[in-house]
Structure formats: structure tokens, C-alpha cells
């Protein structure tokens, strides 16, 4: 089987903060050091990972180091890892949105990319007008694109729509007919960033199904990141995890999901504090602290939080709002407090939350939180929000450990049914 992407010693090097005069006098050096002297660009020595929790030293990070793996033709691979942790840099490189720092990228074959939202359309354009600009840019002929319009537009179910400028688009119609459009005009190299969240989920569903065609029934390659463990566990044969900018291990997508969340647990804390920043003085309100308090969860036993918010204005009819997702991101079930409240400037107010008969079983689990206005039926809007801020584990079914379930296996779910059970013969 032959290579259909090689990525040789790849890395990416960026400068932090805002464009200044320092700028053109780091240009000039290094361009007096690399192009007259002929010597090693200086600015190559320096720098840190990309770590995105830590303040650092240098204005120099590097957001990808030394990348260096093969994808077969043909091959799904599952690119995965935490926020920042290069995954949208690797695709932008391949897809030569921006450049690599050091090393080369070698594709064979077009390459179709879906990498935010609206990616490659014109806003004043039609739909239909950006279907036949995206092929041009693939390279296709006007012939190849009229052939495959038909099926681009029913896939997208945008049809109402196709001739109506995309500007007007709401976020999921931009992915749908995004989507339909690097699929259906047949690119040799399929590059698929988490877009696809955007989307409800019947369209998840035929997207996922699309690209299993892609890749088993038509021989081409996909390139697919993605938060969600269950779509990267059913479509991916092989996975690759990056951490800090850095290749932590690459195999097959079951192993590399394994030792990713494996990873994921010793990141669980107790307790959130606000980071000194000056978003934080822009935002009405943000969580100053999070902690849960409960001693040791267990499945029946209430998760008992302090949430501390610090308000910069005075807010009317806040609300919180937190979910409980699996060590797998799968999320389980939400919380939101059923009476709003107000924040006055200034000031710092404390809630106490209890969730009761959560009935989580055995295993990992964190907490996502948003503080905010609004609900889903009158619309929400979040000030802050801050994504698996708390983890905890559940390592016992009760104090007495009565159970029978003294063991729990990840194949039984995440939650513990409360029953009785009588024989009654």
C-alpha cells in the first residue's frame, strides 16, 4: 500500500502576543543572520512547549515539535487530544493554510479540507457559486462539478437555500454544504477538523457513514479530529495523540483513545481557581472558584460544589449551568439551577450546589460549567465558560460497600440503576 501523506520532522514555531515594533527587528536579524552570514536562524534554539496552563518565559512557542509519521492510502486516522495541543495547527499545515517552521509535508493527491466553519466559501456568493468555486480550487473541471451537483445538494439538504448567498447561512448549513462539497468532489485526501459538532445529529450520522464510504468503499485517505471518543472509535482504524505540540503515542485508534483517556485521568482536580487575565475584566461575570466538597463521591452519595462568581456589572437573572461527562467525553446528564439570581458589581457571590441521586457508577467523571443569562427556550447567552473545570472519581458503591457490584466494568454503562429484586418461586 502506498503513502498518501508523509510528515518529515515537522514543527511550527509562533510568536506570542500582539504584532509590534519588535517584530521587524526579530525579522531583520533573522534575516541578516539565515540570508547574508548563511548561519543556523537563531530564533530555531529558542522557545517552549506549547503548554497553555503555564505563563512561561519566551515570547517563542512551539506548537508543533518535530512530527514525524506516515499515513497509508486508504487509511482513517484519528487525530486526538486536548485543547491546544496541535491538532488544527497539523491539519492547517497539510492543507497549507500557513507553512511549517522546519521539516516537509508530502501528499499525493487533491486534498479536500473542512476546517472551521465556512472554510473556502465567499460570503457573497451563492451556495451553488461556492459548490463550482471550491471544485476549481480542487481542480476539478466545471463538467466533473455539474455531474456531481446534484448529489452534493441533496446531501447538504440546503436545496431552499443553494441559491441564497452563504453569508445568510446559519453555522450548520455552512457545515452541511462545507461538508457535502469536500466529500462528494472526490479529493484523493479528506481533512475533517471538529466542525462536524456544529451539526445536529442526523447530519453526524450521515457524515460519519460518508466518510466510511470514503475510505472503505472508494480507497481514499481521511484525516479526522475529534473530541467525540465514539466517532473517532467507530470510523478511525489507526489514531495518533498529541500532547503539548508533541506525538504521545500513535497506533491503532482503540489503543491511542486508551491511552489518551488513561492520560486524562491523572488531570483530575478538585478545585478550579480563576487565572489572573484581562479577559476576565471584560466578561459581566466568571467563576472566581469552583470545588467540590464532597469528602469521597460515591454512587450514593450527593456531589456537593461551591461555585464562587465575581461580577463586574450588575446582572439580572444569572444562572448556572453545569453538565457531567464520562472520562470518554460522552456527556451524561446536565445541572442547571432552577431559579436564577443577581450578581451586583463588584461583588462575589456563592453557591452552594448539590446533586442528588446522581447514581453515577464506578469509574471517572468531570464537569463542565457556563455562567450566564437565559435558557434554551428563551435563549442563552454564557459569560464564561469554563470546560471540565472539576473531575472527581467514584471508586465505592456506598460507605458499607453492600453491593454485590463490589466490581464494575466500563461494558456495564455509567450508571447504577437502584432496584429490588424478589424471587418470587
Known amino acids: 500500500m502506498s503513502t498518501a501523506i508523509a510528515f518529515e520532522h515537522i514543527s511550527k514555531q509562533y510568536r506570542l502576543g500582539l504584532v509590534s515594533t519588535k517584530t521587524l527587528s526579530h525579522d531583520l536579524r533573522r534575516f541578516w543572520i539565515t540570508n547574508v552570514l548563511g548561519k543556523e536562524d ?52 497539510l492543507s497549507k493554510v500557513t507553512g511549517p517552521t522546519t521539516g516537509t509535508i508530502r501528499a499525493h493527491g487533491r486534498i479536500g479540507s473542512l476546517l472551521e466553519v465556512g472554510t473556502g466559501f465567499h460570503p457573497e456568493m451563492t451556495g451553488r457559486e461556492n459548490i463550482f468555486l471550491n471544485g476549481a480550487i480542487l481542480g476539478m473541471t466545471r463538467h466533473e462539478i455539474q455531474r456531481k451537483l446534484d448529489e452534493i445538494i441533496d446531501f447538504s439538504g440546503c436545496e431552499r437555500y443553494i441559491d441564497t448567498p452563504v453569508k445568510r447561512y446559519s453555522s450548520g448549513m455552512m457545515v452541511r454544504l462545507g461538508f457535502a ?31 466510511q464510504d470514503v475510505s472503505k468503499g472508494e480507497g481514499r485517505t481521511v484525516l479526522f479530529v475529534s473530541h467525540n471518543m465514539g466517532s473517532v472509535r467507530n470510523l478511525c482504524r489507526s489514531g495518533i ?7 504521545a503515542y500513535s497506533g491503532t485508534a482503540g489503543d491511542a483513545i486508551n491511552f489518551y483517556l488513561a492520560n486524562r485521568q491523572n488531570d483530575l482536580s478538585r478545585k478550579y481557581e480563576c487565572q489572573e487575565s484581562a479577559n476576565n475584566a471584560i466578561k459581566p461575570a466568571y467563576f472566581e472558584s469552583i470545588e467540590l466538597v464532597t469528602p469521597e463521591v460515591m454512587t450514593t452519595t450527593p456531589i456537593e460544589l461551591i461555585i464562587k462568581i465575581k461580577a463586574n456589572t450588575d446582572v439580572a437573572n444569572a444562572r448556572v449551568n453545569c453538565t457531567i461527562f464520562g472520562m470518554d467525553e460522552t456527556p451524561l446528564g446536565g445541572i442547571s439551577s432552577p431559579q436564577t439570581f443577581e450578581l451586583k458589581k463588584d461583588s462575589v457571590r456563592t453557591i452552594r450546589y448539590s446533586v442528588m441521586n446522581h447514581n453515577l457508577a464506578k469509574g471517572k467523571y468531570s ?41 464494575w466494568f466500563s461494558g456495564w454503562g455509567t450508571m447504577f440503576f437502584q432496584h429490588n429484586v424478589e424471587v418470587i418461586e
Open 241 to 247: 495523540v498529541l500532547d503539548k505540540g508533541m506525538i
Open 181 to 211: 462539497v469536500a466529500a462528494f468532489l472526490e479529493p484523493e485526501i479528506l481533512v475533517v477538523d471538529e466542525v462536524l459538532a456544529v451539526g445536529d445529529a442526523e447530519f453526524q450520522k450521515k457524515a460519519i457513514g460518508k466518510m
Open 42 to 93: 537563531p530564533y530555531l534554539k529558542i522557545g517552549e512547549v506549547n503548554d497553555r496552563s503555564t505563563k512561561g518565559q519566551s515570547d517563542y512557542v512551539w506548537a508543533l515539535r518535530d512530527i514525524d509519521f506516515k499515513v497509508e492510502q486508504g487509511d482513517v486516522l484519528g487525530i486526538i487530544g486536548k485543547n491546544g495541543a496541535g491538532k488544527s495547527t497539523l491539519l492547517k499545515l
Open 367 to 407: 464537569i463542565f460549567f457556563s455562567v450566564g443569562i437565559g435558557d434554551f427556550s428563551t435563549g442563552q447567552k454564557d459569560f464564561e465558560v469554563v470546560p471540565y473545570a472539576i473531575g472527581f472519581s467514584i471508586e465505592k458503591y456506598s460507605a458499607e460497600e453492600s453491593s454485590a457490584y463490589v466490581q
